[in-house]
Every structure is written in C-alpha cells, then in structure tokens.
C-alpha cells in the first residue's frame, strides 16, 4: 500500500482576496471621485456642488478628513437628513438635491471597489408635496420691468437680460454664459451649444424681432465700450462675465422696488416659468416648448399643463360658456 504524504509546507493561498477594500480616508475617498469626474468630463459647477454637499455631510455626521471611509454608514446620513431639516429648516426638496450628490459619490465608490456597499442604498429620499409652477402676471411684469433704469448701462442690461429669459424661456445659467456668437441675429435665434445646456445637447432657441433689436443695441454698445474682443453679450460695468448670482441679486432688488416682495417671486426661473405657461396659453404645442426649453423629457414640460389657477379657471369658464346641456 502507498503511503499517504501530508502537507508539509506552506504556500500562498488566496483566501478572501479581491473582497478587502483598501483602506481609504475621507478625503482620499472623495478626491478619487472627483478625479473620476474630472476624466469624464463632468461639469465644474456640477463637481463644486458634490464637494460641497460631501464636505458639508460629513462635518454633520461628526468625521474628521483622515477616518475611513468605510465607517461611515447609513445612520450617519440619516442623522445629517435631520439636522438638515430641524437645525437648518431646509426644504424636503433642498434636502434631497444635497443627498442626490452624497449618494453619487457613494455608488461611484462602491463602483470602483473602494467601499463593499453604499450606506447611501438604505437611506430613501425624503417624500415631497408637488411643487407649484411660481410664474409671473402681466400686471407683475410690467410692474417688474417699469422700475428697471434703462439709461443706466447695469440697468438696460437687466432689461435685455430678463427680456430674454422672458421671451424665450432660457436658464439664467445660459444668460450668463450667452456669447456674442451664439446670437444669430439675421436668422433670429439663439444656437445654445451642449456645453452651455443642462443635457448637453445643442439647441436652437428662436427669438422675437423685439429682443433681436435690444441684444443687437446692447451688443453695439457693449463692444463700443470695452472693445470689439469682448466675447459674452451680457458683462458687469467692467466688461467681464457675470457671477452667477448677479441677475437673481438684481432681480431681488428689482422685486423690492416694485412692491413685489410679498406678492410673488420674482427670479430669473420665474421668468422662465411665465415664458413658458404663456407659450402654451397662446396656442404653443407642449413638444415644440419641450425643445426650446431644452427638456430631455416630456414629462417635465407636461407640468406646464396645468398652468396656473387663474388659467384653468379662464379655460373653464370658456367651455362652460358652450355647453347646451341643460338638466
């Protein structure tokens, strides 16, 4: 009979292996993700908020930058979610916007095997009411616009600027990024390329003969006064792009002046909502709005249909006024 051997000595065995996750600090965990981003081409106003709402997170949740990313788990979110909602008053909606990015990263590194599972994968978005279209009165924009100084170089700015928004519906973001070259004015239309839209795709926004003649005015005073190489149609006093808060800080102080503080909510959004609840009130079909607008869904545009109150009631009335039923 053979002999039976045993082992004797020792050799690697992979046990496990694969499953560990390398250790990984707070802020190694992040920097890794944004260096992702970075190489596909994220936005940086899109990586900002990420980084912001990640720093802010795990300063609520009690880390400090050197722990591991590993101990962070689902009730550390949720206690963020509370103190966001008791300690800071922010909206379900606000909430769930900041939670949207600190979920992103967390699926990103379970993605790349820095995390064995995201904490974020038990934690539910915060259930919301439906949100109300907040759009403007005739009377409230003219109101609006009357208190605008269009003598002033800052206010016929303005004025071109909420025009725009007004008129053809775009995102105060794209105001603020609007070149000289994107305005066709022979043709009458805007050509927004995808690195100056929301879903990165190029649109073609037509515009009226009435913003063709202010943006073609303030064109030719703009480059009148700071040279023929400025490049966007919309600058401060010194030629340069505007901050990206400055038409809402402007249309704030518009608002007050008019009275309107109390009355509605005049921004630039607002502006867009009442573009395009009067495009449709006037006879605009909601697929063509959904282009000009630059929805990649059409569920999004459909919250239009429902207009406002005042329009509802008006459309009732008119087919109330038709009916021949009588009982």
């Known amino acids: 009979m053979k002999r039976k051997t045993g082992v004797s000595k020792r ?3 992979n046990v496990g292996r694969g499953t560990v996750k390398p250790y990984k600090t707070i802020t190694e965990a992040l920097e890794t993700v944004m260096n992702i981003y970075i190489a596909e081409g994220y936005r940086d106003r899109t990586m900002n908020d990420y980084r912001k709402y990640w720093q802010e997170f795990t300063e609520i949740a009690g880390f400090l930058p050197d ?7 689902a009730d550390h979110l949720r206690k963020y979610i509370a103190y966001m909602l008791k300690e800071r008053g922010l909206s379900p909606v606000t909430v769930n916007i900041r939670l949207g990015g600190i979920r992103a990263i967390f699926t990103r590194l379970e993605k790349e095997g820095i995390i064995n599972e995201s904490p974020a994968a038990k934690v539910r978005k915060l259930k919301t009411d439906e949100q109300r279209i907040l759009t403007l009165t005739d009377t409230q924009v003219r109101r609006l616009f009357k208190v605008i100084d269009r003598d002033s170089f800052a206010g016929f700015r303005d ?33 927004l390329p995808g690195a100056k839209n929301k879903n990165r795709k190029t649109r073609t926004v037509p515009i009226s003969p009435k913003v063709a003649e202010e943006l073609e005015q303030l064109i030719g005073e703009t480059r009148e006064y700071f040279g023929d190489h400025i490049t966007h149609v919309f600058t401060n006093q010194f030629g340069e792009p505007l901050r990206e808060d400055h038409l809402r800080k402007r249309m704030d102080k518009y608002a007050r002046t008019a009275g309107l503080k109390d009355e509605c909510r005049a921004s630039p959004h607002s502006l867009r909502h009442s573009f395009a609840v009067n495009f449709l009130k006037n006879g ?19 919250i239009y249909l429902d207009f406002t109150d005042d329009v509802v009631t008006e459309q009732y009335n008119k087919v109330i006024a038709n009916d021949t039923l009588d009982v």
């Open 11 to 13: 050799r690697e065995v």
């Open 67 to 73: 722990e591991n990313i590993s101990d962070i788990t």
């Open 159 to 191: 004025y071109c600027a909420m025009l725009t928004m007004l008129k053809c519906g775009l995102r105060s973001n794209e105001i603020n990024a609007l070149e000289i070259s994107d305005v066709d004015l022979e043709n009458r239309v805007i050509l």
């Open 284 to 302: 605009g079909d909601i697929r063509t709005l959904m282009k000009v607008l630059g929805h990649s869904d059409l569920s999004t545009t459909q």
